[in-house]
């Protein structure tokens, strides 16, 4: 009995209370839906503040954890992608801290380093990891090496391809650019 008085009585406040709400609305309109317009503002802001703290968290991550790693002059890590649009051409290496030979490429890299004809942006697949691989089709387990120009991919290897690396990563990597060769090969053959 006690249980259905609760109820009632907590049903019966609940109705008051929208009544009071509803009367109000309707008194002052311009106040009710200029809260409805600060709590949407103020909601966006807080969503868009989330989304950039996460990103600056991922870079400072990737700055303290993943780059220090990289010992290499010619080696420029990258924490944003937009340098593929930017610069006429550009090799980028996509590579997981997690590979089973990242840390051997890297050292090779940076024992060789003068052999090679220009610089390489490495970028580290650590987050948004799938998005990541369908857009440039690499797979997380490899290190890639990708020639970009005017944002267009053009050529690529993976490290892992390499049958003898010590000898073949430097010569792969100054041919890199020279993907129109391949084409003009392919063309004389046919």
Do not use: C, H
């Not at 387990?141 to 053009?154: A, D, I, L, R, Y």
């Not at 000898?167 to 046919?190: A, F, V």
Request: net charge positive; no cysteine.
């Amino acid at each position: 009995m006690t249980e259905k008085k609760i109820f009632t009585s907590w049903k019966q406040r609940m109705t008051n209370q929208r009544q009071a709400f509803l009367q109000q609305v309707n008194n002052q309109p311009k106040k009710f839906y200029l809260s409805i317009f600060l709590i949407l503002i103020v909601g966006l802001l807080l969503s868009l503040s989330v989304v950039s703290a996460r990103k600056q968290i991922q870079t400072e991550q990737l700055e303290t954890l993943v780059f220090p790693s990289v010992s290499s002059k010619i080696i420029e890590p990258l924490t944003d992608l937009t340098v593929i649009e930017k610069e006429p051409a550009v090799t980028v290496v996509f590579a997981s801290p997690s590979a089973k030979k990242y840390q051997e490429m890297f050292q090779l890299i940076s024992e060789k380093e003068k052999e090679l004809n220009r610089s390489i942006y490495f970028y580290p697949i650590v987050y948004n990891v799938e998005e990541l691989t369908k857009k440039y089709k690499v797979n997380s387990e490899q290190m890639t090496f990708v020639f970009f120009e005017k944002g267009v991919e053009k050529n690529r290897f993976t490290y892992e391809a390499l049958e003898v690396p010590n000898e073949e990563l430097m010569p792969e990597l100054n041919r890199l650019p020279m993907w129109n060769t391949k084409t003009l090969e392919t063309e004389k053959t046919q």
